[in-house]
């Protein structure tokens, strides 16, 4: 495992545009600036649309509701972030990729490299927006974080896909065929408990999404094609 590793993702704003039909006499049969525009179809299970001359001062976003923070980072390659969640402190978790490129970036404060291929990435940014972790690993080959869940003890459960051959903790896992999907659990001390994947031999495979319950159980969501082998049996 290595640490101090950069990425580059994107907590996105989402702009929503509500495309709202003008409001004339030939369109509305009830339109006035302090009751909505209802279509002459609708009847009564009709939808109801209030134009734009009508939405209410309170509804309209300004600048005193748009606060908050946005950070970014990365290096000249392909970084991704590909799942976060929250844990019981508001601190942010966030797994992903960093890809090679010709020179490392950065992320908050720490600075990363890469081994080769993708690395996948760990990092823990808090409320206010401070990176205070980032931990990567990675071979020669591709390792990729996509999917996480914290369990009752805080231990983070990850999901996830890899080409060739990469160690997590004492388990050795090597892909079946170009990439096997994977799912792993890091504790709350910063070790891998254990491993286990599974794949076909001529596709790609990966893991897209996971939870755990309240007994420690893991569920998983991952694609394969043709035939797989999981956990000794074949699919």
Known sequence: MKTNRMMYWGVGAIALMLLLPACDDHECSACTDSAPCVLPDAGSGGDTIMPDAVVPDAMKPDAGQLQGWAIKGGGDGLDHSHAMILDASGNLILVGKVNKGTAAG??????IANAGGDDALIARVTSAGQVTDVTTLGTKDNEVFSA????ASKNLVIGGYLTGSASFGSTKITSNGFSDFLVTRLNSSGKYDWAISGGSKTNSDYAKSLAVDASGNVYLGATFADTMTFNGKTY
């Open 106 to 111: 950065k992320f908050g404060s720490f600075t």
């Open 148 to 151: 996480l869940s914290l369990d």
